[in-house]
């Protein structure tokens, strides 16, 4: 479409005879600005001034707990990213989680629930496009399908591909499968799906990843931080990661244990996931199954951190040692 700018009209051009202003983005149409943020404007108005509680620790202000019901469709891109942005204007990263509770059904648009902040959760009843998470920075997300569906949840694609691109902390829950480059460049998210495509944690950096199901090849390129725990059930995981700088590993470890159990548990709490729910009533017949993925140079961090620790060095100096030992190479 031809675009024809008009000296003297500041941001407005021609299309085709029409003026049309290129910095008007109908936010006022949003369903942030016209359904989201009047829906919580209680909650919000504690944000103001005379309400505000400075000094807080993240996640430790509790002003009360608020939902909202709505429909989403896939023209709703970047859903509950200005109804994020207010919530962070007004009270940081203090909000304890499920404060601001959006109840949301349909087929939610590209970048749903982008950058989510602390205290905002988006539960989505039916399943989402491409780049649903992206920079979420302490928020939730959790997608499950329509209690009508027919579908085995554990054998169909619930979120598009790039989900929780550049993530930075929060949790994320799908109730199926993920598309490609799920939780690429995760560097602090707890995500967890039933399933991914080709290129799944590249280039992740921390956070946690657990896929109960089958990945797609090139898996963990690239992964330098955090921990995946992938359900193998017929030990073929190996054939499909890059292997370049991450280790496979049977789970062995107690804390391991005990971490990937409680993820599951809150998955399940979170989802209703018929797949969670048999894994931990027979936890200790699947751990045999399960693979722990870590970056080599992250586990010679995590075990350095932990010697030093053991000969009572803060974790603080523990964290500084361990780096310059395995920057040495030692």
């Known amino acids: 479409m031809p675009l024809k700018p008009e000296s003297g009209k500041g941001h407005t051009v021609s299309i085709y005879g029409s003026e049309k202003n290129l910095y008007d983005f109908r936010l006022e149409a949003t369903p942030d600005v016209s359904l989201l943020i009047p829906a919580f404007a209680e909650g919000l108005a504690k944000g103001d001034p005379g309400h505000r509680v400075d000094g807080e620790k993240p996640g430790s202000l509790e002003i009360g707990r608020y939902e909202t019901s709505l429909k989403v469709s896939s023209t709703d891109r970047t859903f509950g990213t200005i109804m994020g942005s207010e919530i962070t204007r007004k009270f940081g990263n203090t909000l304890v989680d499920d404060t601001f509770v959006v109840h949301a059904q349909g087929g939610g648009g590209q970048s749903f629930g982008a950058f989510l902040p602390r205290g905002l959760t988006i539960r989505l009843t039916g399943d989402a496009n491409d780049g649903i998470g992206k920079g979420l920075s302490g928020g939730k997300i959790v997608v499950v399908p329509d209690k009508k569906s027919a579908f085995k949840s554990n054998e169909n694609i619930i979120v598009g591909n790039v989900a929780l691109y550049g993530a930075t902390g929060g949790k ?47 898996f963990a390129a690239g992964m330098s931080g955090g921990i995946a725990y992938v359900l193998d059930m017929d030990h073929s995981l190996y054939r499909r990661m890059n292997k370049e700088m991450v280790s496979l590993e049977e789970l062995t470890e107690k804390y391991d244990i005990t971490e990937l159990r409680e993820i599951l548990e809150d998955y399940a709490y979170e989802t209703g996931s018929v797949l969670a729910d048999t894994i931990l009533e027979k936890y200790d017949e699947y751990i045999p199954y399960f693979k ?30 361990a780096f310059r030992e395995v920057s040495a190479g030692e």
């Open 172 to 218: 994320a829950y799908f109730n199926g499968i993920a598309g490609e480059r799920f939780c690429v460049r995760n560097s602090g998210a707890v995500a967890v799906a039933e399933g991914c495509g080709d290129h799944g944690l590249e280039y992740m950096t921390g956070g946690r990843a657990v896929i109960l199901g089958g990945t797609g090849k090139n």
């Open 292 to 321: 722990k993925i870590v970056p080599k140079d992250y586990q010679r961090m995590l075990t350095a951190i932990s010697r030093f620790e053991e000969q009572g060095i803060p974790y603080d100096k523990a964290v500084l040692e």
